[in-house]
């Protein structure tokens, strides 16, 4: 790029404005807790989190614009900087450490301490940072043309259309306030059942809803197409696998039930559930590991690439700017920084892991940073093959670990600790990259965005262990509440390894099922989750998808207003997660302290409650979607 081209910022280089304040630090830190435990639960709810970023930057703008009467758009985004760390980190932490309390459930280990997973997951949110300081200058700046970030992109879209801030940031409350009355009607008061379902008991299928706000707003999100690949991997789990299970094998033992249980004995205690949890599932841990590694597959040229542009860029694109837009925190700190964290893992006795887990940890750890970052830039985070990096490097590591003589449940509790500390670091490195994207098109200060997400680090690192005991001891995992999928599935295919106690005949059902939908094109790892998670909560995620799908497709509005209310129907979803995910963190408190909140024994609505209660939800998403909004 030729000093002609040179990219301007919003806010030029040599204005200073208002950014790392006591203001933005504040409202990050809150937002980063809230958001990162929200985050947490709908992950162990349903497999999947949401992008924090755009509902806290309009949440910032609404409080530091309207009610502070500030006009900082710097300040605005630090806070979105901080409070978007929170929901990366929940991500990287959930989809691993729960494993650790399952084991801790059988008997196996002893419970993970809290020094334990706060430890893991700071050390792996604080590298994940340090690994893409120095590579700032190289994806963001040298590539600005190339590399767009959508998420980051859309982030300083909002923030420069600061005049919505005020009814965009109430459109996101709402969403919080309706849906935290919506759960607390469910599991709080019980007086409508979470699942509507109906079975046919002559066929064997089964088909219902989950009766929660936060899963129509992932369907809203995610779109009709992602939500269609989910519910037909349900409908071919329920309604057809399982009644073929039951037709062909009814007087038939089949591992892993308890010895003696016949498939017909199993149905006729647990229904389609039982058949689902007990062999179905495996069938969808095979499709998704498959997924995760044909996805990883499918990107290796572009990894491989990746990762030598990146370090070329590295070497011969150091920035030597004084400019404010151009400061990244300087070299010696991040190589002490990432010393320290190194130093941490290996000696601190809490995290088990040896010399040889934290030089893979460094190893894969700044490879999958370079890799996460840069692939977000080409296809968004949403799109960015997490799961099959932690799956890829949970082989290598559990291989490499049982290698050097380490079996048993410390080979494999170390193998979680490797892979966890992995995880977070893709995550938060993809989230740095999107943050820094859009502080690069705003004009903000890349040294103060770097301490910013530092910051969140710390404070959602400092609050995920106290939610994910929370959560165990409220409901524990694997259970309807938490099923914890991702780390039930990472949890299998290190057992798998170590000890060889897997199923595989139902793995490899899953891994062959995937294949065929890879050859014919159809995106595996959508339909393989819905294969993995039980059909009621896949079909709310379908009636998310269909409402958006019919605003989508309205014929009489143009395509600006159908946009913006697109935008507004995002936003009050994401609320509505958040929400949510508050009050379901509000009743495991509850449940650990025994305060009963039900009346469901003396008032319940039933089913039909149930359905009246889902058309509320798809009306009040609908009302905010459709609201015209006065200016603020």
């Given at each position: ?18 950014e ?5 630090i ?29 509902p806290a930057?309009?949440i910032?703008?609404?409080v ?41 459930e059988?008997?196996?280990c002893s ?5 334990e997973?706060?430890?893991?997951a700071l050390?792996g ?7 893409m300081?120095p ?6 700046v040298?590539?600005?043309?190339t590399l767009l ?16 801030g ?13 849906a ?17 379902s ?7 299928g089964e088909?219902?809803m989950?009766v ?6 992932v ?14 991997g349900s409908?071919?789990?329920?309604l057809?696998?399982i ?25 006729a205690?647990g229904g389609?559930?039982?058949?689902w949890s007990t062999y ?28 030598s ?15 404010r ?7 010696q ?52 093959p ?10 290598i ?5 049982k290698?050097?003589?380490k079996?048993?449940i ?16 893709a ?13 690069y ?17 710390l404070?959602?690192g400092l ?19 938490v ?10 295919i ?8 897997l ?14 939908l ?19 909560l ?5 009636i998310?998808g269909v ?10 509005v ?6 913006q ?11 509505m ?16 302290f ?9 008032v ?8 009246i209660?889902?058309v509320?939800?798809?009306?009040s ?12």
């Amino acid at each position: 790029m030729n000093k002609k081209d040179e990219f301007k910022p919003y806010i030029p280089a040599d204005r200073v404005m208002p950014e790392l304040t006591v203001t933005s630090i504040i409202m990050g830190v809150l937002l980063a807790v809230i958001f990162g435990a929200a985050n947490a639960y709908l992950g162990l709810r349903v497999g999947m989190t949401v992008s924090a970023s755009i509902p806290a930057a309009v949440i910032s703008m609404g409080v530091i614009r309207i009610i502070m009467r500030k006009n900082s758009i710097l300040e605005s985004n630090m806070v979105q900087t901080i409070g978007s760390a929170g929901e990366s980190l929940a991500a990287g932490a959930i989809f691993t450490m729960p494993a650790l309390f399952l084991w801790a459930e059988e008997g196996l280990c002893s419970m993970p301490s809290l020094v334990e997973i706060t430890l893991i997951a700071l050390c792996g949110g604080v590298l994940g940072v340090l690994f893409m300081v120095p590579l700032r200058n190289a994806l963001i700046v040298k590539e600005h043309q190339t590399l767009l970030y959508p998420e980051g992109t859309a982030c300083a879209d909002v923030l420069l259309a600061g005049e919505e801030g005020g009814a965009n940031a109430s459109t996101v409350f709402s969403g919080m306030g309706l849906a935290a009355v919506f759960k607390f009607i469910v599991d709080g008061l019980k007086v409508i059942p979470a699942d509507v379902s109906a079975a046919f008991k002559s066929f064997k299928g089964e088909i219902g809803m989950e009766v929660y706000p936060a899963l129509l707003g992932v369907g809203y999100i995610v779109g009709p197409k992602i939500a269609s690949y989910m519910f037909v991997g349900s409908v071919f789990g329920w309604l057809v696998i399982i009644p073929l299970i039951c037709l062909f094998g009814p007087d038939t033992w089949l591992y892993p039930a308890e010895a003696g249980t016949t498939i017909a004995q199993l149905y006729a205690g647990g229904g389609a559930a039982a058949i689902w949890s007990t062999y179905v599932k495996y069938i969808g841990a095979g499709a998704i590991a498959t997924g995760g590694i044909i996805s990883l597959i499918k990107s290796l040229p572009l990894i491989v690439k990746t990762f030598s542009d990146s370090m070329k860029s590295v070497k011969g694109g150091k920035n030597t700017s004084t400019a404010r837009t151009a400061q990244d925190l300087p070299m010696q700190f991040i190589l002490i920084g990432i010393v320290a964290m190194v130093v941490i893992i290996w000696a601190v006795p809490a995290i088990p892991v040896t010399l040889l887990g934290a030089a893979l940890i460094v190893i894969f750890g700044f490879f999958f940073a370079t890799v996460s970052s840069r692939m977000v830039g080409l296809v968004g985070s949403s799109n960015n093959p997490v799961s099959g990096m932690a799956i890829a490097t949970l082989l290598i590591a559990t291989m490499a670990i049982k290698g050097s003589g380490k079996t048993g449940i410390d080979g494999m509790t170390a193998a979680i600790a490797i892979g966890s500390v992995i995880c977070i670091i893709a995550a938060i490195a993809g989230d740095t990259s999107q943050d820094l994207k859009t502080g690069y098109l705003l004009g903000a200060t890349p040294k103060k965005q770097q301490i910013g997400e530092l910051i969140g680090v710390l404070a959602s690192g400092l609050a995920i262990g106290g939610v994910l005991y929370l959560l165990n001891a409220a409901w524990g995992y694997g259970g309807a509440e938490v099923p914890a999928p991702q780390a039930t599935l990472m949890k299998m295919i290190v057992e798998g390894i170590m000890g060889g106690n897997l199923p595989w005949n139902l793995v490899f059902v899953g891994v062959f099922l995937a294949l065929g939908l890879e050859i014919l094109r159809i995106p595996v790892m959508p339909f393989a989750i819905g294969l993995y998670l039980p059909i009621y909560l896949n079909a709310t995620i379908m009636i998310g998808g269909v409402v958006r799908m019919v605003m989508d497709a309205r014929k009489n509005v143009d395509e600006k207003t159908k946009e913006q209310q697109s935008t507004d129907g995002t936003l009050y979803c994401a609320g509505m997660i958040a929400g949510e995910g508050l009050v379901g963190i509000l009743l495991a408190i509850f449940a650990v302290f025994g305060i009963n909140t039900s009346i469901g024994e003396s008032v319940n609505f039933g089913n039909i409650g149930g359905v009246i209660l889902m058309v509320l939800m798809i009306a009040s998403l609908l009302y905010f979607s459709l609201k015209k909004k006065k200016k603020a």
